[in-house]
């Protein structure tokens, strides 16, 4: 972007001005073709004081003061050339870019949808609109963009890269939809059983898929995937049987057209279906197929950083972390100084439990952003540190993952476990309290009946210890009997 911004940038014809205002902004603008943005920009606030009005003027201002890094600034002087001059595409450019640069995403899609239809071939303009879009939680919109994109530069690996997440996007927010206590009885499960089968865990997913059946017998698309597991387990004859009891005619399609569109493979058309739970559903499947169409895309061109990072998000997501550390370790060959893909590297080695490589690779970047924001990268440094026994070292880092953001249950639990280790037993209490109710394997109740005893409190720590032993047998009760499940024949 700023190579195309600087073939514009010339000295500014000031019609009736005089000679030295001329030289004056023939100055301004050399300084910025050398990147001295700062000069820039103060020789541009004497030419705005000189000349007020002139729209280009303030536009440079607005531009110089954003390419020095100063894009709080920046934000009046180019919109007071937008008022005057609308025209000014680079003004819209760079307002938005600065509304993005400051964390106001929603500001920045104006200004930036002026700028792509005023070039809608410039890849560049749409790919900063996609980012408004996403970073506005309209990811509809920004795959509409990175559509355009990939259509205007196929071959554009980050455009590819972007377009996957944005699909992935939009399946969330689908999958999310149903998260509510008020949703459709059926669907969560239904959800469930599709994600069970593609992880090829069919004993599991068959009879939640048969349960949802009983609930949402007009989803007759359940027939097909459990067909598809009669298939996958060696049963063709059941197969053949399963999907009769699938069909649609025609007109029972046009009454539902997501399913019969994510049917016949128009996952695109599925994406802009209604608002009801059967099209949000199907605007999830629609979402996802999507990504492995866009992953598919992105593996046929050469070798990048972007492949070998969403190879890694994949691996990673499936708890394959020594592969998504191999494909980290590739992808930092095309950008070996990216403090963001170094973080992910470190946490993979983290989560593979190797924990020296872990500290080796993140130590130079932990004070550097976005390394020093990250709650992940954070807490597997200090988690890494309470490895190996550095618990004062492994403290602060803790502290600043909690405080990045206290939600998160993993840097919760590592800090409780640091002060735990340190005998600071009042200290790890409220940590663990709020995530007793979703302790699905027992840990935060174990810990808290080790921060109880250290405070003396020991007929409570018994009551946790306990109800921590009852939590892990129920769990390997759930075990044992997903291993006794077995498919059985069409009813």
């Known amino acids: 972007m700023t190579s195309q911004v600087l073939c ?11 000679s030295d205002l001329v030289r004056r902004s023939q100055a301004a603008a050399a ?3 050398k990147g001295s943005f700062d000069e820039a920009a103060r020789m541009y606030q004497e030419l705005v004081r000189a000349v007020p009005g002139d729209p280009g003027l303030l536009m440079n201002l607005g531009m ?7 894009e709080a600034e920046a934000i009046g002087p180019l919109e007071r050339a937008i008022k005057l001059k609308p025209a ?8 938005g870019s600065s509304y993005l640069a400051l964390g106001e995403a929603g500001k920045a899609v104006a200004p930036l949808k002026r700028a792509v239809a005023a070039e809608p071939s410039n890849v560049e303009y749409r790919r900063l609109l996609a980012r408004a879009y996403v970073e506005s939680n309209r990811a509809m919109d920004a795959v509409g963009e990175l559509r355009a994109v990939t259509d205007l530069n196929p071959k554009l690996p980050a455009a590819w890269y972007a377009l996957f997440h944005a699909y992935n996007d939009v399946a969330q927010e689908a999958i999310g939809s149903f998260a509510d206590n008020s949703a459709p009885t059926g669907w969560q499960d239904l959800l469930l059983a599709d994600a069970l089968a593609s992880d090829g865990r ?3 997913a068959f009879p939640v898929y048969r349960d949802v059946l009983a ?20 049963h063709p004859d059941w197969a053949s049987i399963e999907r009769t009891k699938g069909q649609l005619s025609p007109a029972q399609c046009a009454k539902r057209q997501a399913l019969c569109a994510f049917r016949a493979g128009r996952y695109r058309t599925v994406l802009t279906a209604a608002h009801d739970p059967e099209s949000r559903y199907w605007r999830a499947r629609a979402a996802t197929e999507l990504t492995k169409e866009t992953l598919d895309r992105l593996d046929k061109l050469p070798d990048s950083r972007e492949r070998r990072e969403v190879r890694a998000a994949i691996a990673a997501a499936d708890r394959r972390y020594p592969d ?20 992910q590297l470190g946490t993979a080695l983290y989560l593979s439990r190797d924990y020296e490589p872990a500290l080796a690779i993140l130590g130079p970047i932990m004070e550097q952003p976005p390394a020093n924001e990250d709650v992940r990268v954070l807490t597997a440094y200090g988690d890494s540190l309470l490895q190996i026994d550095r ?15 206290t939600s998160d249950r993993a840097a919760s639990l590592s800090l409780a476990r640091a002060y735990i280790r340190q005998e600071d037993f009042r200290a790890a209490l409220p940590l663990l309290e709020w995530q007793l109710a979703g302790d699905t394997d027992g840990s935060a109740h174990v810990l808290l009946s080790r921060a109880l005893a250290g405070l003396g409190q020991t007929e409570k720590a018994e009551a946790m210890l306990a109800k921590s032993q009852e939590i892990q047998r129920a769990a390997q009760q759930r075990a044992e009997e997903a291993g006794k499940r077995i498919i059985t024949p069409p009813k």
């Not at 514009?8 to 005089?18: C, D, F, R, T, W």
């Not at 980290?328 to 990216?338: G, H, Q």
């Not at 618990?391 to 953001?405: H, K």
Request: proline share 3%.
């Open 202 to 204: 069919f004993a599991d």
């Open 324 to 343: 998504a550390v191999s494909e980290l370790k590739a992808a930092l060959e095309f950008a070996p100084k990216d403090v963001a893909l170094i973080g």
């Open 8 to 18: 514009i940038l010339v000295a500014m014809l000031l019609s009736g001005q005089s």
């Open 391 to 405: 618990v004062e070292d492994a403290v602060g880092y803790l502290r600043r993952a909690f405080t990045a953001d």
């Open 215 to 234: 609930v949402l017998p007009s989803m007759v698309t359940i027939h097909d995937a459990i067909a598809r597991i009669y298939d996958q387990t060696g």
């Open 64 to 70: 110089a003061l954003a390419m020095g890094g100063h």
């Open 31 to 33: 300084a910025m073709q």
């Open 88 to 95: 000014l595409v680079p003004a819209q450019l760079f307002l």
